[in-house]
């Protein structure tokens, strides 16, 4: 049973464009909203992230927006740069003793920014 | 600080062979974890730790075991290993489990 889907699974955007990377979630226990950013041969590092109570969170060029009642939360990057060329991940974590104490991973979107 | 830092970066293993994966981490983090990323399935929980003493069951525990004697410290053991533990593994400590979680550089581990 995958609880976070992620799509698309590949992206390709022109510099200076905007990327927008969608996730769903099943398991209304949920209360933890990230995600990460994986460059080659490194390990995931967080971008950003949100809880439920606000609806959307903005820093810098990045920006999530969540939807509670959809069970939806989006990563915006404005002003795509070459250097965002990455694989990004959205997670959700529930309220301690929700479940498995720990992150359950969408299957990440591979994200190219043409120059 | 280090961080989160993760032994070996490779390894090789035969099938049924045993081996211990060795994570720590100097962030004095009560929260550690170890995820497996396999190619298109993102990263899935295998087990994690509260605290010293308390480890618990993630997604996929099945094959691997776990302690946590201290709390800089996290082992994961793989106790027969098989082809289809075949994966990247990442360790992972934070103030706890929906807080930032800060990843180690990963072990690539091939079972033939």
């Known amino acids: 049973q995958q609880q976070v889907k992620q799509s698309p699974q590949s992206l390709i955007v022109q510099k200076g464009g905007i990327s927008i990377i969608n996730c769903a979630y099943e398991?209304?226990?949920?209360?933890?909203f990230p995600w990460y950013q994986q460059f080659p041969g490194k390990g995931p590092a967080l971008l950003i992230a949100i809880r439920p109570d606000v609806s959307e969170k903005k820093e810098g060029r990045f920006t999530i927006s969540f939807n509670k009642s959809a069970k939806q939360f989006s990563l915006h990057i404005m002003d795509s740069q070459p250097g965002d060329s990455a694989t990004y991940f959205c997670a959700a974590s529930p309220a301690s003793g929700g479940g498995a104490d720990g992150l359950t991973f969408g299957k990440g979107t591979h994200l190219i920014i043409q120059p | 600080n280090a961080g989160v830092t993760q032994t070996p970066k490779f390894q090789v293993l035969k099938t049924g062979q045993s081996m211990t994966l060795q994570c720590a981490q100097d962030m004095n983090h009560e929260y550690m974890s170890w995820y497996r990323q396999d190619p298109g399935m993102g990263l899935r929980l295998i087990h994690y730790?509260?605290?010293?003493?308390?480890?618990d069951q993630g997604e996929v525990p099945n094959g691997y075991n776990v302690s946590r004697s201290t709390t800089e410290d996290f082992p994961l053991r793989l106790l027969s290993a098989a082809p289809s533990q075949t994966s990247v593994y990442f360790c992972a400590s934070g103030q706890g489990a929906n807080y930032e979680q800060y990843f180690g550089p990963g072990t690539r581990l091939t079972v033939t």
């Open positions: 730790s509260v605290g010293a003493g308390i480890t």
């Open positions: 398991n209304t226990a949920f209360d933890y």
